[in-house]
């Protein structure tokens, strides 16, 4: 009985164990290939530093999308931002090779190209300039300016032309209606000569119009509405990175290009993430950039987007001795993404 009923249990265990048959067995095969060639794909995603000079939502905005929402990861990247304080900085890592890309302030990366920086601007990003004209108290119009001070930072900067730019299309005429005052300093310094009288208008970011608000500060206009279309922020990269990898700057911008395509739509589900996070502060002011920018991004650049840059920055005369505004950019990466000839 002990025999047989040993027997019964091989039996029954070889029931339970049977080894797969042929067409099971190359299934299973295939599956495993699959399996680590999947694997092998993922892991091979190209490494992409990407320098932005800002740790501001607004600045980084594109970047983020692209990132939470796995837009660069089908394009088989892995775009790393890299924070690097000052645009000249961020520039001197282009050209060293110590990052890919960067998002440059257009004004700055014009003037660069002009002194024969081996760089050149790919695409736009920003085609808005993100400056609100803030009065002091008691200044609650335009025309509450005439013979008043507007205060910037420094001679010959955006925030400059910007000021002078806008306050003409308002009416207003430099050193015949007010005076341009130099030299008043950083944000926080440009908000105490407003409280103290020192000046009586002056241009911050949107984020910095948030908190001046809080405080009392009246908003006379936004400069971006007013100057509709300037190229404020751009991207650039090493010259050598054209003929070196134009596809990989096509999968980039394209990454990019349907990250702004779903922000454009979705504004909750990546408040959601950013606020997830828990890197930009406040929700609501999270919601407020991410409402007020959506519209914002646009990866087109074209020749008159360059020569307004080379315009505002004075270099008209370093412009043509290099050739003209067509040296400063190239179209043909964004031409690919948007799928448009010209």
């Not at 790393?80 to 645009?87: K, L, P, Q, Y």
């Not at 400059?160 to 009416?171: N, Q, T, Y």
């Not at 751009?234 to 779903?262: C, H, S, W, Y």
Request: glycine letters at 12%; charged letters at 20%.
């Amino acid at each position: 009985m002990e025999y047989w009923g040993s027997l019964s249990f091989l039996a029954n265990r070889r029931r339970r164990f049977r080894f797969p048959g042929r067409g099971r067995l190359i299934a299973m095969i295939y599956f495993f290939v699959f399996l680590l060639v999947f694997v092998n794909h993922a892991g091979a995603a190209k490494v992409v530093n990407f320098a932005s000079n800002t740790p501001t939502l607004s600045g980084t905005l594109p970047l983020i999308v692209a990132q939470e929402f796995g837009f660069f990861a089908a394009e088989g990247l892995d775009v790393r931002t890299v924070f690097i304080r000052g645009g000249p900085t961020a520039m001197a890592a282009l050209v060293g090779g110590g990052v890919d890309y960067a998002f440059v302030a257009g004004v700055a990366a014009v003037r660069a190209i002009a002194q024969n920086a081996p760089m050149v601007i790919i695409s736009g990003m920003q085609p808005y300039m993100d400056y609100t004209l803030l009065g002091a108290k008691g200044i609650t119009t335009v025309n509450d300016l005439k013979g008043k001070i507007v205060g910037v930072t420094g001679p010959g900067g955006i925030a400059e032309w910007a000021s002078v730019e806008s306050l003409a299309k308002k009416g207003l005429v430099r050193d015949r209606d007010y005076k341009i005052l130099y030299g008043v300093g950083n944000s926080p310094a440009r908000a105490q000569a407003l409280e103290t009288g020192k000046i009586q208008a002056s241009p911050f970011s949107f984020l910095e119009r948030i908190e001046l608000e809080r405080k009392g500060f009246p908003v006379l206009y936004d400069v971006g509405g007013v100057l509709p279309g300037f190229p404020f922020v751009v991207i650039m990269t090493g010259k050598q990175k054209i003929d070196a990898d134009p596809d990989g700057i096509t999968a980039l911008l394209r990454g990019i290009k349907r990250g702004l395509e779903f922000l454009a739509g979705n504004h909750e589900r990546v408040a959601a993430a950013v606020i997830k996070q828990n890197r930009f502060g406040d929700a609501a002011v999270v919601r407020q950039v991410i409402n007020h920018f959506s519209s914002q991004y646009s990866i087109s650049i074209s020749r008159d987007d360059v020569e307004s840059l080379i315009t505002a920055t004075r270099i008209e005369a370093e412009a043509k001795k290099i050739g003209g505004p067509d040296k400063f950019f190239t179209r043909q990466f964004v031409n690919r993404v948007l799928g448009q000839g010209r």
